[in-house]
């Protein structure tokens, strides 16, 4: 691998100039890589702190999943406007007011004196979180070059990868040796760290006016608004039933993601999610096995520790521990066995066979017993093979996307997917309720058929890739 850094030079202003930009391209790519990790952090350790959470405020099964969809709504609908921002205004601007929004936001779960403002704490750490995320790798693209690029952006993914591993364990050993708001506290010095890196090194930039990505404010309105009250309704309805409010709010919810579809029809190419891409059936179809995929992933990610700390009294400490291994080897395996292995038989054959894997994994997990469970009998297996099916299709999944776009859409297809995968997790998400109130007396049942749910979504992201992505997902 050739380093990133510039020559040595002997000349003394040369040598104080090579410096200082040394440093600064370290320092981005720093700040990047520590920015774009706080999202994956945040997640993974309110995922382990959620029944404390949860017992503390009294707000029973509906309030865990407003504890973890008030975060992953506003990022899932405002994702592609940041990006979208950060093209316009400067992704160094946007990266940064990102940031701030973010440790404040942090700040304020932390010292959250009531349930409603520990909700707009998590909803304004998914604003910034839409912000950071998706300028931090456009930054990185400006700021490196050649094989320096490639390095950055593999340091990049391995360091989310490796922050998302890690991030249950120590936001477990945080929440019980000083509490669930310490573990929001601890988060606030790791982003200013970000931000003084960001503030000093990195440059200002903008995409070309002919390569922006549109400022779809009517959309992100619109799809934010449908998804809130869609949302509201899948989360009220096994609590409260089908009442009046409950379907009016479903069915406004649709309205105004139809009146959504529309716009972004109306808009053509000047959409955020421009409906043409979906007009390639390739596209269409990795679409579909996103959905199904990341519906299935999401649910079993908050479900499974929410089920080892409250029904089998595990401590958040042991319960990220015990998810520890699923991160892990994801990130170990991802590039060798999802990217050379896409590369020998294509990105068809390996999504296929991953999402078979994801299927035989959910299965093992529908078969954990309603009582004596034993972790390395019962839950590591699965957790393993889940593990291998999701290794090997990610990167593939990655690939098939942009080569299925095409060169006109290239841009905005990875955020398009990429969006969906978070609506995805916050879907299933809302549809935790379900076996959350419908299994109060035993967990494990309602994790089993859970579990049964995954096996389907996970059958029908490899029907999809078997019946719709086509040899474009390998050009």
């Not at 946007?94 to 998590?122: D, K, Q």
């Not at 989310?160 to 040796?177: M, R």
């Not at 972004?264 to 390739?282: I, K, N, Q, S, V």
């Not at 379900?434 to 992201?461: D, K, R, T």
């Amino acid at each position: 691998m050739s380093d990133p850094l510039p020559p040595p030079c002997t000349d003394p202003a040369g040598v104080a100039a090579q410096s200082a930009a040394a440093m600064n391209t370290r320092g981005t790519l720093i700040a990047t890589v520590v920015g774009s990790s706080l999202a994956f952090i945040v997640g993974s350790i309110v995922n382990v702190a959620l029944p404390r959470m949860q017992a503390e405020f009294g707000t029973g099964p509906t309030g865990a999943q407003w504890i973890v969809n008030a975060y992953l709504l506003p990022l899932g609908a405002l994702v592609l406007i940041g990006g979208a921002l950060g093209d316009r205004y400067g992704r160094r601007r946007i990266f940064l007011t990102g940031l701030a929004v973010f440790t404040l936001a942090c700040g304020l779960c932390a010292v959250a004196w009531s349930f409603p403002v520990l909700l707009a704490g998590r909803a304004l750490e998914g604003v910034g979180a839409a912000m950071f995320a998706p300028t931090s790798l456009a930054i990185i693209a400006d700021g490196f070059h050649g094989k320096a690029r490639g390095a950055a952006i593999g340091t990049w993914a391995a360091s989310g990868a490796a922050a998302g591993a890690l991030a249950p364990l120590i936001g477990g050993l945080i929440v019980d040796s000083a509490g669930w708001r310490w573990a929001f506290g601890a988060i606030i010095p790791v982003a200013a760290f970000a931000f003084w890196q960001a503030w000093r090194s990195v440059r200002e930039s903008r995409a070309p006016s002919d390569d922006r990505a549109p400022l779809d404010l009517r959309g992100a309105g619109l799809s934010g608004a449908g998804l809130l009250a869609t949302i509201w309704a899948l989360i009220a309805l096994p609590e409260r039933g089908a009442t009046f409010v409950v379907l009016a709010a479903l069915c406004l919810g649709l309205a105004l993601l139809a009146a959504f579809v529309a716009v972004e029809h109306r808009l053509g190419d000047r959409a955020m999610m421009p409906l043409a891409l979906f007009a390639r059936p390739t596209f269409a179809g990795l679409s579909l096995l996103t959905l199904f995929l990341y519906a299935a992933l999401g649910g079993l990610l908050v479900l499974l520790p929410y089920t080892l700390i409250s029904e089998l009294d595990y401590s958040a400490t042991q319960a990220g521990a015990a998810i520890l291994p699923f991160p892990l080897v994801l990130g170990l395996l991802s590039r060798t066995v999802g990217g050379a292995l896409a590369d020998r038989f294509g990105p068809r054959a390996l999504l296929i066979a991953g999402s078979l894997m994801v299927t035989v994994g959910f299965a093992l997990f529908a078969a954990v017993p309603p009582d004596s469970v034993v972790y390395w009998q019962h839950l590591l297996p699965p957790l393993l093979v889940l593990a291998l099916g999701m290794a090997a299709s990610v990167a593939p999944l990655t690939t098939a996307v942009l080569n299925s776009a095409g060169a006109r859409f290239t841009g905005v297809a990875s955020g398009v997917n990429n969006a969906i995968s978070r609506v995805a997790g916050l879907t299933a998400t809302a549809l935790l309720g379900l076996v959350l109130i419908g299994s109060a007396e035993n967990l494990l049942v309602g994790f089993a058929a859970a579990a049964w749910v995954g096996v389907a979504l996970a059958l029908a992201s490899a029907a999809a890739a078997v019946f719709m992505v086509g040899d474009d997902a390998a050009e």
